[in-house]
């Protein structure tokens, strides 16, 4: 697959940030970038129970399979059909399909040990695995059992922070000083009203910030110099804020690590998943007479992967008023100026500060990145079963000989997300330290500790100022694990029989059709923590700063009928000049969903070979994806949403219509030269469901030729091209998709995502937004794929037959456009590092014996960071052309042994300046040389 130029960045994988709260380390494949939810995943041809959560806050919103789930010792090939599908398979095969051939008439037993990391000795992985495959009762039956174990070591981008974490050397994008652009940065990224020990402050009040814009001291605790001071790491001194270069954002600064002791934002991220994986699969069949076959699996799979950091807990003024009571967990910590863990320097410093402020010297404010009590990682555990029974056989009647075989599939996928969270009542308790008069220090009385069961259950108070100063009684008497279930399951019944209906000049005219019945449930459970505490109105309200989510679930069936069939109207045999060979197919399903409707899915299309050497094939097709349970049943939940405001004065002048969106937010009374808080920090707003989703819908043409000369024995060409129309797209609207709806609409203001928002009287973004699921996208997506093979045995060149041979495989893809639309703005997708024009996978392969040897070549085309921007916006937008080269030596002995050698990123090659591209696509640049070693025995 990872050859395979049509797959694009996966929508999730281990690699990189986590893209949901509820499914750390899935991998989902996505063909051709049209969304994981929209490639269908098969393993023997039939459907597999998907690993997606429905919750709102997972990985994507549609029913993709993990492909982490099957097992890779027993993959015997992967099919990829692209851009068709829908009329063979169903729902869901809009880009394509993905078939996972497996094993199962395996006979004897393999065992195979692999181990893999990087020249800095770390990114290690390992994989235990083996199969054992016997026939019995003389051939009649075969049974296969397959147990693998994988391990991958977490990282975080702190451990490559030089390419996207902190780093001295990292480049990223800011936005320059005077607002209206962004330019490069050399060095990390360092919020500055908060940091990891703490920033103390002069008022709680919402946006009332310490440290604004990195020069001015705003409502900070200076020195005699009016220098912002900030805890030390112990909390035992106040020392100067120090930064390097502010940005145009009013809250960051960039420069070196040992001139800046804000907060390294970037260096919190997950790199790679931390992850365990146990697969165990049974594969059998028995034939019970010469005409009759009974087949089945079962399936076991286990893990747990752990995102190893995300955004910590703030408490900030960045995010509401100060922390007085749950409902405001994020705001700054309030504090007595005579906290006994204050030194008596620190206690003077701020009372001096408020006293000349002409403010109550009583108490102040704390603004703080809680990384040693809350670091964003989370594990999510899964259990899957599968179990599949299966008849299939053949009889002959009215002189035709007819293939039949039916199938019972029912899978179940549970998972558990367990996350450390603060319990915001008992936080508030605990920063309420008091002496006790003997020497100890512990919390006020009177206090009432959260409903929610914490770690300790006794009030502990903790240190908050510096980082780790707090005992770990204190940290378990504010902390809690909160866990989250969901349980998907999939009934699949399949029967279909083939036969002919006549026997045409060219060969049988063969037909095949079939009846499937399909269930499909999810169910999302949020745990007591994340439903809230019931109130007597019958409310929930947060124990933490989470606001109360909702159970999901919901559940459809459908009732299926298909057909295919294959006409051959010239064959070799009847020595037809300029017609070598000439078929037509075609295939129709009728899908009767109950939460959709009945929808019609049909192909047609033929291949045509003038000659034996050449073979030209296309198709057109209509396909279709039904909505899924999170996007039809999901009631309506809180999300914070942080983006880009059209109006704010980096982006008023982008977007597809830049003349209309600029006319569109001056009528909106928004002036001229604005910056939006919306870009800085997240605001409150609802998202849910729609019950009344319909299927999207889609026309596909594929068009192709195959080119095997047979005066070059041994080689072939191909070329496929692909053009597929998606309508009626299910777009989950973010506040950014309805902001740009309604500004850069010609019908403004008068369009229902106009009035899905509302502005304060400074322009700014107010809580309260609504978003959710609309049938209202469009998708399209055209491109070409190439491929050539090539055996050559060195005999040909006149060397010796154990010289050996050479193989050549290269699989090129161009993308011609990539683009999407909702409503009227338009968008595209092609040309990011993402989702590139044009890339390509070459293996140069040389076998003698028990030798193998192979060079591998990876092209990525030149990308850029952002499309549809104005010119000047993102200085250095295009990062060049790359390549990267690995290889593999690999050798058997004595027949049974077998060891391989691979080096990825062979000349530790990087990333192409600006060093902004996708971390999946370019992991093994940042990761850097690394390694896998394999051994294993086959009998």
């Not at 112990?234 to 270069?245: E, F």
């Not at 899924?628 to 597809?656: H, K, R, W």
């Not at 569109?664 to 002036?671: H, L, T």
């Amino acid at each position: 697959m990872r050859e395979n130029p049509n797959y694009s960045v996966p929508d999730n994988s281990p690699i990189g940030a986590q893209q949901g709260d509820f499914g750390a380390g899935q991998t989902y494949g996505d063909l051709l970038g049209l969304g994981a939810q929209r490639t269908l995943t098969l393993v023997n041809g039939r459907r597999f129970v998907s690993s997606a959560t429905s919750s709102i806050f997972g990985v994507v919103a549609g029913s993709p399979v993990d492909i982490g789930n099957i097992p890779t010792l027993l993959i015997k090939k992967v099919e990829t059909v692209v851009g068709s599908g829908g009329p063979v398979y169903g729902s869901d095969a809009i880009a394509g399909v993905q078939n996972f051939v497996l094993d199962d008439d395996y006979q004897g037993v393999k065992f195979d040990g692999q181990t893999g990391f990087s020249q800095r000795q770390d990114a290690i992985n390992y994989r235990l695995a083996g199969k054992v495959g016997r026939h019995f009762d003389h051939d009649r039956g075969t049974i296969v059992f397959d147990t693998e174990y994988n391990q991958v070591f977490g990282m975080t981008n702190a451990d490559r922070a030089n390419w996207v974490g902190a780093g001295d050397d990292r480049r990223q994008y800011v936005r320059n000083e005077a607002g209206s652009g962004y330019e490069l940065s050399h060095g990390g990224r360092y919020y500055l009203p908060f940091t990891t020990a703490g920033v103390p402050s002069m008022s709680g009040a919402y946006y009332d910030l310490p440290n604004e814009y990195g020069q001015n001291a705003g409502t900070a605790i200076t020195n005699a110099a009016g220098q912002p001071l900030v805890f030390s790491q112990d909390g035992k001194s106040l020392v100067p804020l120090s930064y390097g270069k502010p940005t145009g954002d009013g809250l960051t600064a960039t420069g070196k690590k040992a001139n800046n002791n804000g907060f390294p934002i970037s260096n919190y991220n997950n790199l790679i998943t931390n992850q365990q994986r146990l697969n165990l699969t049974l594969l059998g069949h028995y034939d019970i007479t010469d005409h009759l076959r009974a087949s089945f699996e079962g399936w076991y799979v286990r893990s747990s992967a752990s995102n190893m950091a995300n955004q910590p807990y703030y408490n900030t003024q960045m995010f509401g008023d100060a922390m007085t009571d749950r409902y405001n967990g994020n705001g700054a910590l309030p504090l007595s100026t005579n906290n006994p863990y204050l030194t008596s320097a620190e206690r003077a410093t701020i009372i001096n500060n408020l006293q000349a402020a002409g403010l109550p010297t009583d108490q102040f404010y704390l603004a703080r990145a809680n990384t040693d009590y809350y670091t964003g990682k989370y594990t999510t555990n899964t259990n899957l079963f599968r179990f599949v029974g299966g008849l299939q056989g053949d009889f002959h009647f009215a002189g035709r000989k007819f293939e039949w075989k039916g199938s019972a599939e029912y899978g179940q996928y549970r998972s558990s997300t367990e996350q450390r969270e603060i319990l915001t009542q008992n936080y508030i308790n605990a920063i309420n330290a008091v002496p006790d008069g003997a020497g100890n220090i512990v919390c006020a009385s009177g206090y009432t500790s959260a409903a929610y069961p914490s770690l300790n259950s006794t009030c502990s108070p903790i240190n908050p100022f510096g980082v780790n100063q707090s005992n770990k009684a204190g940290a378990d008497y504010i902390q809690t694990d909160a866990r989250t279930k969901s349980i998907n399951q999939q009934w699949d019944f399949n029967a279909d029989v083939r036969s002919t209906v006549v026997k045409l000049p060219a060969g049988q005219w063969t037909y095949d059709i079939g009846y499937e019945h399909r269930y499909e449930g999810m169910n999302f459970n949020p745990g007591n923590f994340y439903r809230g505490e019931l109130m007597s109105d019958g409310s929930y309200q947060q124990y933490g700063n989470t606001l109360p989510l909702t159970n999901v679930g919901g559940a459809y069936h459908t009732n299926e009928v298909y057909g295919e069939t294959m006409i051959p109207l010239v064959s070799p045999q009847m020595n037809i000049p300029g017609v070598y060979a000439l078929t037509a197919t075609g295939s129709g399903r009728y899908v009767n969903n109950s939460a959709t409707g009945g929808f019609w899915a049909y192909s047609g299309g033929g291949s045509y070979a003038p000659v034996r050497d050449i073979v030209f094939h296309g198709n057109y097709t209509t396909s279709f994806r039904a909505p899924a349970i999170t996007e039809l049943y999901s009631p309506e939940a809180t999300v914070f949403n942080q983006g880009t405001d059209p109006c704010d004065m980096t982006a008023i002048n982008s977007g597809p219509h830049p003349d209309i969106r600029l006319a569109n937010c001056r009528k909106a009374g928004v002036p001229a030269n604005f910056q939006s808080n919306y870009n800085k920090f997240t605001i409150k707003g609802l998202n849910g469901g729609n019950k009344n989703l319909q299927n999207e819908e889609s026309t596909q043409f594929t068009g192709g030729a195959s080119f095997q000369p047979r005066w070059v024995r041994g080689l072939t060409i191909g070329a496929d091209f692909y053009d597929v129309r998606v309508k009626n797209e299910v777009a989950s609207l973010g506040m950014d998709d309805i902001l740009a709806a309604c500004y850069d609409s010609a019908s403004y203001p008068n369009n229902q995502y106009c009035h899905s928002f509302s502005r304060d009287s400074n322009s700014q973004l107010s809580e309260g937004f609504h978003t959710g699921y609309y049938n209202i996208g469009t998708e399209h997506y055209r491109g070409l794929q190439a491929h050539l093979s090539y055996y050559l045995p060195l005999s040909r060149l006149g060397l010796s037959e154990d010289d050996g041979a050479l193989q050549t495989t290269v699989n090129y893809k161009h993308g011609f456009i990539h683009n999407g639309s909702i409503l009227t703005s338009q968008y595209d997708y092609l040309g990011t590092s993402s989702d590139l024009r044009d890339n390509f996978t070459a293996n140069f392969n040389y076998m003698r014996g028990p030798l193998f040897v192979q060079w591998q070549m990876m092209y990525y085309g030149k990308a850029k960071y952002m499309l549809q921007v104005a010119d000047g916006v993102y200085p250095n937008n295009t990062m060049k052309q790359y390549f990267m080269f690995n290889t593999t030596i690999g050798y058997t002995f004595a027949k049974h042994y077998n060891v391989s050698f691979v080096m990825n990123n062979v000349f530790d090659a990087k990333p192409q300046y600006p060093y902004q591209g996708s971390t999946n696509r370019y992991w093994d640049a940042i990761i850097g040389r690394n390694f896998q070693v394999q051994a294993g025995v086959e009998f």
